[in-house]
């Protein structure tokens, strides 16, 4: 099972940037394709982002395209997520897992606030 563990969250103003960082362990992470997902405020739980294995694959929900890039570095079991052009409703704790989820891997996440 995948053990992961989500830093780089913080907090900016509206327009900045962030860059996230999730690192992997506990089997082979080049093997899973990867993704983001957050929770804002009184929220569900929503997809962002998705990497497949190579990394030569990307998809991404509507609210963050052309603003965030999803990236992997299987050398560093490493999934990344460059966040450009913050908007205040990006605030949320942001979380990686495996693409479909492993629901035993699910870390603490990263809490990302954007004040106006």
């Known amino acids: 099972q995948v053990q992961l563990v989500e830093s780089g969250g913080g907090l900016v103003q509206a327009g900045g940037s962030l860059r996230l960082s999730c690192t992997a362990s506990g089997r082979t992470f080049s093997s899973s394709p990867m993704a983001w997902f957050r929770q804002g405020p009184g929220k569900e739980r929503e997809f962002v982002a998705r990497?497949?294995?190579?990394?030569?694959?990307?998809y991404y929900v509507d609210s963050v395209k052309g603003r965030f890039t999803i990236s992997r570095d299987n050398a560093k079991n490493t999934v990344y997520l460059q966040m450009n052009s913050l908007k205040v409703e990006d605030t949320a704790v942001y979380y990686c897992n495996t693409d479909p989820p492993n629901v035993g891997s699910w870390g603490l996440g990263t809490q990302v606030t954007v004040s106006s």
């Open positions: 990497i497949s294995r190579s990394g030569g694959t990307r």
